[in-house]
T-cell receptor
């Protein structure tokens, strides 16, 4: 079955702009989470959605937001971009039940802010 | 103190060696523990997950959890050049619920042919 799909793969934006990243989870998965990966900080949790509701949020400013649609697809938005927002943004989806604690990750969107 | 600490390496070993990768964590309420492998320019992929203390084996990989010392380990036997990657330990925030993962910074592993 198809994996987690993230679009676009690469993005270059200018400081002050906003950006929207998209994630399509594995079919049947209702949990979607987002992460930021940088060389200095590693993988940091942004937020998690389940059935269109935000379940948890990491320690990021309000410029970072997300949403989930009824088909479980998710988007994250970053407004007023800063140079420090340059990172690999990863989306992961998870099935339900105790046997499905493993999150499956997409290949990420590489965002460069100039 | 970060919730999960991991030595970033790099760790370089010859082919065939036994590799030991380790993480410590701070929250004694954590119950599930995962190891992910990430190749360059790819997303992390789940290698193994364990519940509570003890060992779990899968082929050349063994995951070990010691809850008394809040220490988790991943052992790789008969290491291969294809094992060269970054290895990340990860723990669910809510003890297993759908609330996201906290990661160690990852250890960059290099297996020399």
């Amino acid at each position: 079955k198809a994996g987690v799909t993230q679009t676009p793969r690469y993005l270059i934006k200018t400081r002050g702009q906003q950006v929207t990243l998209s994630c399509s989870p594995i079919s049947g998965h209702r949990s979607v989470s987002w992460y930021q990966q940088t060389p200095g900080q590693g993988l940091q949790f942004l937020f998690e959605y389940f059935s269109e509701t935000q379940r948890n949020k990491g320690n990021f400013p309000g410029r970072f937001s997300g949403r989930q649609f009824s088909n479980s697809r998710s988007e994250m938005n970053v407004s007023t971009l800063e140079l420090g927002d340059s990172a690999l943004y990863l989306c992961a989806s998870r099935g339900a039940g105790l046997a499905n604690y493993g999150y499956t990750f997409g290949s990420g969107t590489r965002l460069t802010v100039v | 103190q970060k919730e999960v600490e991991q030595d970033p390496g790099p760790l370089s070993v010859p082919e065939g060696a036994i590799v030991s990768l380790n993480c410590t964590y701070s929250n004694s309420a954590f119950q599930y523990f995962m190891w992910y492998r990430q190749y360059s320019r790819k997303g992390p992929e789940l290698l193994m997950y364990t519940y509570s203390s003890g060992n779990k084996e899968d082929g050349r990989f063994t995951a070990q959890v010691d809850k008394s010392s809040k220490y988790i380990s991943l052992f790789i036997r008969d290491s291969q050049p294809s094992d060269s990657a970054t290895y990340l330990c990860a723990i669910p925030y809510s003890g297993g619920g759908a609330d996201g993962l906290t990661f160690g910074k990852g250890t960059h592993l290099i297996i020399q042919p």
